[in-house]
T-cell receptor, first 116, second 115 residues
Framework: NAGVMQNPRHLVRRRGQEARLRCSPMKGHSHVYWYRQLPEEGLKFMVYLQKENIIDESGMPKERFSAEFPKEGPSILRIQQVVRGDSAAYFC??????????????FGPGTRLLVL | GDSVTQMEGPVTLSEEAFLTINCTYTATGYPSLFWYVQYPGEGLQLLLKATKADDKGSNKGFEATYRKETTSFHLEKGSVQVSDSAVYFCALTSNSGGSNYKLTFGKGTLLTVNP
């Protein structure tokens, strides 16, 4: 009964590098959500994916950020050419069905990204 | 847009004290309301929820009542334990616009309970 797994738990990057954050949903869950928590802020929705499909990316910055959830393997949040303002905690959640239809979102422990 | 405002922390209490963490919200339509808890080093866990006005969510001795007239969902516990030390997040989903899967969170309140 493993929960939502995220790795790495901590990631340090220099400005201009790429960051790849991974999320393995709970077994049997096919819906994945990414949230970002900037310092002194609440978690904010970024993107909602189902297997091989991006359903809603309305919370994603328009440039440098992308997300995928392939048929096999974890969901990946990719940040290209990181800047200091990307430093934040990134949380992944998963649900069996569509959250909001009575399905609970289960969260991972987060990845803390620090950009130097 | 939707927003959640919760009590600034940190909150420090002695064991067996009464806990209140205030939460108010702004949302279109009829939101569902949630409290999540994050223990050190772990992910957020759903603590309780309420989906309509006057509903009371409860779990592990915690409770919160959905008050539409005051747009509030305050978290309470009658007697806290050291093991309740964690960060507590108030959140909502709004059922307008067809995106009721998007959680909108408050900033979180750090609770420390001393023995």
């Amino acid at each position: 009964n493993a929960g939502v797994m995220q790795n790495p738990r901590h990631l340090v990057r220099r400005r201009g590098q790429e960051a790849r954050l991974r999320c393995s949903p709970m077994k049997g869950h096919s819906h994945v959500y990414w949230y970002r928590q900037l310092p002194e802020e609440g978690l904010k929705f970024m993107v909602y994916l189902q297997k091989e499909n991006i359903i809603d990316e309305s919370g994603m910055p328009k440039e440098r950020f992308s997300a995928e959830f392939p048929k096999e393997g974890p969901s990946i949040l990719r940040i290209q050419q990181v800047v200091r303002g990307d430093s934040a905690a990134y949380f992944c959640a998963s649900s069996r069905g569509l959250a909001g239809d009575g399905e609970t979102q289960y969260f991972g422990p987060g990845t803390r990204l620090l950009v130097l | 847009g939707d927003s959640v405002t919760q009590m600034e922390g940190p909150v420090t209490l002695s064991e067996e004290a009464f806990l209140t963490i205030n939460c108010t919200y702004t949302a279109t339509g009829y939101p569902s309301l949630f409290w999540y808890v994050q223990y050190p080093g772990e992910g957020l866990q759903l603590l309780l929820k309420a989906t309509k006005a006057d509903d009371k969510g409860s779990n592990k001795g915690f409770e919160a009542t959905y008050r539409k007239e005051t747009t509030s969902f305050h978290l309470e516990k009658g007697s806290v334990q050291v093991s309740d030390s964690a960060v507590y997040f108030c959140a909502l989903t709004s059922n307008s616009g067809g995106s009721n899967y998007k959680l909108t969170f408050g900033k979180g309140t750090l609770l420390t309970v001393n023995p």
